[in-house]
């Protein structure tokens, strides 16, 4: 078959930027891809992963739904028999121990979101109560912090900023923003600009920084706390602005005054003056943005470090104007929690870990399960995830896995988790479907995408709109009585669909039923086949309320016609559409009270008593800091099942830097066992001056077992789930303390 040469456009589904891209398409592969030029956000820009997409698009793929039999093994049965068992499974739990014994898992593959807005219905028809997902095993820490600190998320505008600083973060590898690696580019040519890193390692963002802070693995805090006490010692704060926009400065300022910098510096082992003259390069900048990452979200002391970053860009007045933090506009509400402090708030049923944002955090999911305590958890449904691989501890996700009454997982691959279900749902591809992302967080003029098919699905699959629907309806939840009255206002037109549907939402158990709803009714008055994306109509009229004046700058109106308006865009632009064109005002009218505070006194308390903590130091069992999962050139998230993806590093070596390797003496290419407190691993080494002594880091997205045996190392069969933030619960995987030991020296 000949290649289509028509150029479709769609998206790259490898880290949230989904930047926009075009293929071109052979029977069921992606054959050329490239930059798509007109996305409103991307602007043709690609990173060399995205054009390996096909290993995504065709590895390990599943045909048909599969149940597992009592030897353990998989049989394929017809989807009739696989909801009608599942909902009879999903219901007898609910009946014996309560819907809130039924746990949820994922609905957010990245850039696979679409299916996950569905998944709120199938929780209601069962009476699930608890969820979690990756942001509960990275983002939970800052969540909670930027809710009492501002009572919204917030971005940074890196492409207009006179100083970028980023803590933890290498986004010339995992990006995190449009077009990252061009813009690192620009702020690093122009004399003008600065760009500051905060980060244990030489990375390829350090590379190209003016300041590149190479701290101590584990002592972020301290550095974070020295950068915020020269501000203050030095009169550094914009203090003409904290007075007008910030709460709890004086609870702060005595704190940040007493912080004995050169000591501070000396523990995170950089240059006080380098501290100093950062401090001072922030200060005296117009514009500054921030970005925090895994680096110190996945550290100790991480929740702490998170409220410490904020100080340092809230107290010298980036916030609301060009180049600085914002709130954007959005078409989730994912990360808005309000936040609680720690004794309060929802909290999960076996162990009261706090519940950040609606998520159980991830390293108490086994705690959940293995246990004889009633409330457990007894049924899972893992939705477009991995946490049989993602999770610390993988062993014991195992073990919590088989240990449940049912397990169901939706996915479009066998995937490490999918082994261990008892039955497994077969989805199209991202590029087989109707899929978007609701990671949108550009501005002033923020990006959505609908993204179209461009292949179709092969027979015997069923998306998980449809997967969600057929659930809901074989509990009884819903039925042809609800959807009729809705169906026959559909075919009258929106407006009479609206009035129809709307009054129905003041009921709180319909409302939680609303995706399925939408897609059975609204769903099919779609055009070309966009059913899925009959739940963005409710979005789009609530994004049409809360951000009016974004909406209409856009131009799309007001009032309802805005709202359809916005939705019929969403559903004609292929390429991604503007859906709100702010002013810089914007951000402070998004948040819930008209100041910032600072003053958060559990977190404060921490900070004023650094000065008594023992600074985290090398175990002389495990003399070495691992940071398992470092984000790489040919690294990606575990939807890249194929190893052959990988231009370069294909076995996923141990970087350890020059001074380690003359010790133990060993070279690259050399084979070395790594030992944790969780297990061990024998892997390749590469030998790097980019890594401090005693610091080691292995890569993401290895150890999948794809046609074959693994590949490289999976990360989380060296972790643990008791290694966590005392805050939030989110894991230490950038801090496991590890031992090396030679196996075998490279062929010469």
Same mark, same amino acid.
């Given at each position: 078959m ?7 456009p ?6 949230e930027?989904n ?6 398409v ?9 930059g ?6 991307s602007?043709?820009y ?6 390996r997409?096909?290993h ?9 739904p599969?149940r597992?039999r009592?030897?353990?093994t998989?049989e ?5 028999t696989?909801i ?6 999903l219901?007898?739990?609910k ?5 809130e014994t039924?746990f949820?898992y ?8 679409l299916?996950g807005a569905?998944?709120?219905a199938?929780?209601a028809?069962f009476?699930?109560r608890?969820?979690? /997902? +990756? %942001? @509960?095993?990275?983002?939970?820490? *800052?969540?909670? =912090?930027n809710?009492?600190m ?12 006179e100083?970028?600083?980023f803590?933890?973060?290498n986004?010339?590898?995992s ?5 990252a690696?061009?813009v690192?580019?620009q702020?690093?040519k122009?004399p003008t600009r600065?760009?500051?890193?905060v980060?244990p390692?030489r990375?390829?963002t ?5 300041f590149?802070?190479?701290v101590r693995?584990g002592t972020?805090?301290w550095?974070l /706390? +020295? %950068? @915020?006490?020269t501000?203050?010692? *030095?009169?550094? =704060?914009?203090s ?6 910030v709460?709890?400065?004086e609870s702060?300022e005595p ?5 004995p910098?050169?000591?501070?510096a ?7 003056d ?6 001072r390069?922030i ?5 500054v943005?921030v970005y925090?990452d895994?680096?110190?979200?996945m550290?100790r ?6 409220y410490?970053?904020?100080l ?5 007045g980036?916030?609301g104007?060009?180049?600085t ?12 929690d ?5 004794g309060e708030?929802?909290r999960?049923?076996?162990v009261s870990?706090p519940i950040?944002s609606g998520?159980v ?8 399960v293995?246990?004889e305590?009633?409330?457990r958890?007894?049924a ?15 062993a ?22 999918a082994?261990?279900?008892?039955y497994?749902l077969p ?9 978007c992302t609701?990671f949108t967080f550009?501005?002033?003029r923020?990006?959505f995408?609908l ?7 092969p ?6 709109p449809e997967?969600?629907a057929?659930?809901?309806e ?5 039925g042809?009585?609800?959807?009729a009255p809705?169906?026959s206002a ?12 709307l009054?129905?939402m003041?009921?709180?158990g319909?409302r939680?039923l609303a ?9 099919p008055?779609l055009?070309g086949?966009?059913?899925?994306a009959a739940v963005?109509?409710?979005a789009a ?9 974004g909406v209409r700058?856009?131009g799309?109106?007001e009032g309802?016609?805005a709202g ?6 969403i559903?004609?632009g292929?390429?991604g559409?503007?859906t709100?064109d ?11 009270r008209?100041?910032?505070?600072v003053?958060?006194?559990e977190?404060?308390?921490?900070v004023?008593?650094?000065?008594d903590?023992p600074?985290p ?10 940071s398992?999962g ?6 990606a998230?575990?939807i890249?099942?194929?190893?052959t993806?990988r ?7 141990l ?13 690259s290419g050399?084979r070395?066992?790594?030992?944790t407190?969780?297990?061990?691993a ?5 030998v ?6 005693g610091?080691i ?5 290895f150890?999948?077992t794809?046609?074959g045996?693994a590949?490289?190392v999976?990360?989380?069969d060296?972790t643990?789930?008791?290694?966590r933030?005392?805050?939030?619960g989110t894991?230490?995987h950038k801090?496991?303390p590890a031992?090396?030991e030679v196996v075998a020296a490279?062929p010469?």
């Open positions: 000949n290649a289509d040469a028509s150029w479709h769609t998206a790259c589904i490898l880290c930027c930047c926009g891209i075009e293929v071109q052979e029977g069921r592969s992606l054959v050329k891809i490239r798509d030029k007109r996305h409103p956000a602007a043709g690609t990173c060399n992963k995205a054009l997409l096909d995504y698009q065709n590895a390990d793929r599943l045909d048909s599969l597992r009592p030897d353990g998989f394929r049965i017809d989807w009739d696989a009608t068992e599942i909902a009879a499974r219901t007898g739990i009946q014996q121990y309560g819907g039924i949820y994922g609905g957010g593959g990245q850039g696979n979101h299916g569905y998944s709120t199938t929780m028809a009476g699930a608890y969820r979690s /997902s +990756a %942001l @509960a095993q990275e983002k939970t820490g *800052e969540f909670w =912090v809710a009492r501002l009572g919204a998320p917030h971005r940074a505008d890196f492409e207009h900023c100083v970028a600083l803590i933890g973060k986004p010339y590898q990006h995190g923003f449009p077009r690696r061009s690192l580019k702020i690093a122009d600065s760009l500051i890193v980060d390692v990375s390829d350090a590379e190209l920084a003016d590149h802070l190479q693995p972020d805090l550095l /706390s +020295a %950068l @915020a006490g501000l203050v010692q *030095e009169g550094l =704060v914009d003409d602005w904290i007075a007008e926009h709460d709890g400065y702060v704190v940040l005054r007493t912080v910098v050169a000591e501070y000396r523990i995170a082992d950089v240059p006080e380098l501290v100093r003259n950062v401090a390069r200060a005296r900048a117009d514009s943005a925090e895994l680096g110190i979200q550290n002391n991480s929740t702490v470090a998170s410490v970053e904020k340092l860009w809230v107290l010298t980036n916030f104007k060009p180049g933090a914002y709130v954007p506009s959005n078409l989730s509400a994912i990360g808005r309000r936040g609680s402090p720690a708030g929802p999960s049923p076996v870990a950040i998520l955090p991830c390293n108490v999911i086994a705690d959940e293995l246990t305590h009633p409330a958890y007894r899972m449904i893992v939705e477009s995830s991995n946490p049989a691989h993602s999770l610390a501890e993988s014991r996700m195992r073990e919590a896995l088989d240990a449940l009454d049912l397990c169901v997982v939706i996915d479009v691959a066998m995937t490490e988790t082994r261990h279900a008892d497994v989805t199209p591809t991202q590029f087989e479907k109707f899929e609701f550009d501005f002033p923020n990006i995408h993204r179209h098919p461009v292949l179709p699905a027979p015997g699959l069923l998306t998980e997967i969600h057929r659930l809901v074989e509990s009884g939840a819903l042809e009585e609800d959807y809705l169906r559909a075919e009258q037109g929106r407006e009479a669909f609206a009035q129809a549907f009054p129905l003041a009921d709180p319909m939680r995706p399925v709803l939408l897609y059975r009714t609204l769903g008055t055009p086949g966009a059913e899925a963005l109509w409710a009229h609530q994004m049409a309320l809360a951000n009016a004046d700058n856009a799309y109106g309802l016609t359809e308006r916005l939705f019929d865009a559903l004609s292929a390429h559409i503007v709100t702010d002013t810089y005002d914007a951000s402070w009218q998004r948040l819930p008209p100041r910032l505070n003053d958060l006194p977190l404060l308390e921490v004023a008593g650094l000065v903590r600074a130091n090398p175990d002389p069992e495990f003399p070495f800091v691992l398992a470092e984000r790489r050139a040919f690294t998230n575990t890249m099942r194929d190893p993806w231009k370069r590093d294909a076995s996923g070596d970087r350890l830097s020059t001074a380690d390797a003359r010790v133990l003496g060993i070279d050399d070395v066992r790594l030992t407190r969780a297990g061990s024998e892997v390749q080494v590469q790097t001056d980019a890594m401090r002594a610091h880091s292995l890569p993401n997205g150890g999948l794809s046609t045996a590949v490289g999976a990360p989380n060296l643990r789930t008791q290694d933030d005392e805050w939030v894991p230490w801090y496991v031992r090396i490279s010469s």
